[in-house]
T-cell receptor, first 112, second 114 residues
Framework: AQSVTQLDSQVPVFEEAPVELRCNYSSSVSVYLFWYVQYPNQGLQLLLKYLSGSTLVKGINGFEAEFNKSQTSFHLRKPSVHISDTAEYFC??????????FGKGTRLHILP | EPEVTQTPSHQVTQMGQEVILRCVPISNHLYFYWYRQILGQKVEFLVSFYNNEISEKSEIFDDQFSVERPDGSNFTLKIRSTKLEDSAMYFCASLSGAYGNTQYFGPGTRLTVL
């Protein structure tokens, strides 16, 4: 079975500052890792995914994440946030062709 | 880009009524899923469907829930007798099954049970 832990329920950050949203996972099998974003009153949008290969994954909107197998982490980063990045961010895992297990989410607050 | 569609976008129903949530997955996809998100909480897996049968279901997916792919294009979630706690956003997703592919999510149906 897989599980995902997002340690921070809310992260406030000033506009144009860098941000890191933390995610740790556990699994007994190889997994795919994902970050999804959910803007207020909207659905889920895939930011990026890690399947294999390079551990640094670049996604949309300037986000990137680094897979660290030894630390079982998949932290999301952005060097400079904008007000439009205000949203809920979900880390998620799945095994091949399997259901997706989501973390509880981190709400990103951009401060002016 | 192909997309998963869901109807209706918002459904309001009385407790005890039956509801059917509809999804049109991407046409060449083989795996289908329903997830739900209670307001302010995380997204939870409900059920997966492959080859015209349920392949896995969570403990949430009790006898009040059923899924169907009635005509090869639609994928439906039925709740037989809705409860207040069924109020949530319900997301449909589909997956092609090709290596490296990921699930595509629909925009969701917000179900409100009064």
């Amino acid at each position: 079975a897989q599980s995902v832990t997002q340690l921070d329920s809310q992260v406030p950050v000033f506009e144009e500052a860098p941000v890191e949203l933390r995610c740790n996972y556990s699994s007994s099998v190889s997994v795919y890792l994902f970050w999804y974003v959910q803007y207020p009153n909207q659905g889920l949008q895939l930011l990026l995914k890690y399947l294999s290969g390079s551990t640094l994954v670049k996604g949309i909107n300037g986000f990137e994440a680094e897979f660290n197998k030894s630390q079982t982490s998949f932290h999301l980063r952005k060097p400079s946030v904008h007000i439009s990045d205000t949203a809920e961010y979900f880390c998620a895992v799945s095994a091949l062709d399997d259901k997706i297990i989501f973390g509880k989410g981190t709400r990103l607050h951009i401060l002016p | 880009e192909p997309e998963v569609t869901q109807t209706p976008s918002h459904q309001v129903t009385q407790m005890g009524q039956e509801v059917i949530l509809r999804c049109v997955p991407i046409s060449n996809h083989l795996y289908f899923y329903w997830y739900r998100q209670i307001l302010g909480q995380k997204v939870e897996f409900l059920v997966s469907f492959y080859n015209n049968e349920i392949s896995e279901k969570s403990e949430i997916f009790d006898d009040q829930f059923s899924v169907e792919r009635p005509d090869g294009s639609n994928f439906t979630l039925k709740i037989r007798s809705t409860k207040l706690e069924d109020s949530a956003m319900y997301f449909c997703a589909s997956l092609s099954g090709a290596y490296g592919n990921t699930q595509y999510f629909g925009p969701g149906t917000r179900l409100t049970v009064l």
